[in-house]
């Protein structure tokens, strides 16, 4: 009698003590991340440096996430995962948080509850200047908070799971493998902008190097093939996100109308100079974004 008792509460048990376990065992995954040295770069208040703050913001994407008022969204009918991604009010958040939790967000995939981000690709933002980050949290700061209310994000069982198994990694992890840039500004001024501008726009779906991602469909391709479109082509394609042959390109046609046409001509001849300059360097082996 006793034993069956006991069958019986172990079965009702178990599921709340798998629930419980991938909780704790999740939750332990997004509190392992290493911080950097707190942001302590003066953040400006000049109409130049909002201005520059507010190119940053248009060309890396936040209007697209956050809203073209930053005043928050809800990703539940784009994205499946990770069951209810929502981005927040920007210009909100920049009013409640100081420039350190706001940078450890943005650079270091870290929110400001001390945990890893999941949905928001920090890693695309990391190599950004400090004096961009500066302009970027000024442009937030002094932008008007629109009225909003999103919901609360969540995060699905399976999800947790996956980031227990590692088959996912969360964005301060990611954030930690981009590699740094390599170009001395001095010596090659326009391939070290458009360094720049690669490793902090389009590295966010082209692998880390921007040199071809494998690990997420869709592929996508390296992006020295710029040495063999046209600069003009070229800044078609990043402008509609319509690629050779007018061939939709998917997620590149859904962000780059909002993102890439905000660049100014030096910017693309910068990019389009970087990129094609790549043609004649292999492609980095065994990093874990190429798998083979
Ligand atoms: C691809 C969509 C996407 C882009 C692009 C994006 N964000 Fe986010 N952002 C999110 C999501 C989703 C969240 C909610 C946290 C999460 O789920 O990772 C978020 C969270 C944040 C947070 C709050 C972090 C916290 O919880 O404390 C800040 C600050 C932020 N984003 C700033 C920015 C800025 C600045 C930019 C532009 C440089 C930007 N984001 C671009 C999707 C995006
Ligand atoms: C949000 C994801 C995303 C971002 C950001 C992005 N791309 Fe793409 N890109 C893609 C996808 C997806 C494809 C198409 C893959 C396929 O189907 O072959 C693509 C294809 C391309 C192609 C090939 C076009 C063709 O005709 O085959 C070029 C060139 C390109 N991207 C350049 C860039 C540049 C330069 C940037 C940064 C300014 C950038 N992309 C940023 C997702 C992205």
């Known amino acids: 009698m006793r034993i069956i008792f006991v069958i019986a509460a172990a079965l009702a048990l178990a599921p709340a003590l798998g629930f419980g376990g991938v909780y704790i065992l999740s939750e332990a995954r997004f509190r392992d991340v290493k911080r950097g040295p707190a ?3 003066p953040i400006p208040t000049d109409a130049a440096s909002i201005e520059r703050g507010r190119h940053i913001a248009r060309t890396r994407g936040c209007f697209g996430c956050h809203g ?5 969204k809800n990703f539940d009918e784009q994205w499946d995962w990770p069951e209810r991604a929502v981005a927040p009010n920007l210009a909100e958040y920049a009013r409640k948080h100081d420039p350190a939790a706001m940078e450890a967000a943005i650079r270091q995939g870290i929110g400001a509850n001390g945990k ?4 928001m690709p920090s ?5 950004l200047t400090d004096e961009d980050v500066a302009a970027l949290i000024a442009f937030l700061r002094a932008a008007p908070v629109a009225d909003s209310s999103v919901p609360k994000p969540k995060l699905g069982w399976a999800v947790r799971w996956s980031f227990i198994t590692g088959a996912e990694r969360h964005m301060a992890y ?3 493998r981009v590699p740094p840039l390599r170009i001395d500004a001095e010596q090659e001024p326009v391939l070290a902008a458009g360094e720049y501008l690669a490793m902090t726009m389009c590295n966010e779906c082209h692998g880390l190097d921007v040199r071809g991602q494998t690990l997420f469909p869709p592929p996508t391709p390296d992006l020295a093939i710029a040495a063999a479109i046209p600069r ?5 394609i990043i402008e509609t996100g319509v690629g050779m042959g007018g061939r939709n390109l998917g997620l590149m046609r859904l962000v780059s109308p909002d993102r890439f046409p905000a660049l100014s001509d030096d910017e693309v001849d910068a990019l ?3 990129l094609s300059s790549r043609a004649d360097e292999p492609v980095p082996e065994n990093v ?4 083979e």
């Open 116 to 119: 890893a981000l999941t949905a």
């Open 232 to 236: 003009d082509d070229f800044e078609n």
């Open 39 to 41: 942001f302590d770069h």
């Open 272 to 274: 389009h100079a970087y």
């Open 68 to 72: 073209q008022n930053l005043e928050g």
């Open 288 to 291: 874990f974004w190429r798998p």
């Open 123 to 127: 890693f695309n933002f990391t190599r």
């Open 174 to 176: 990611w954030a930690q």
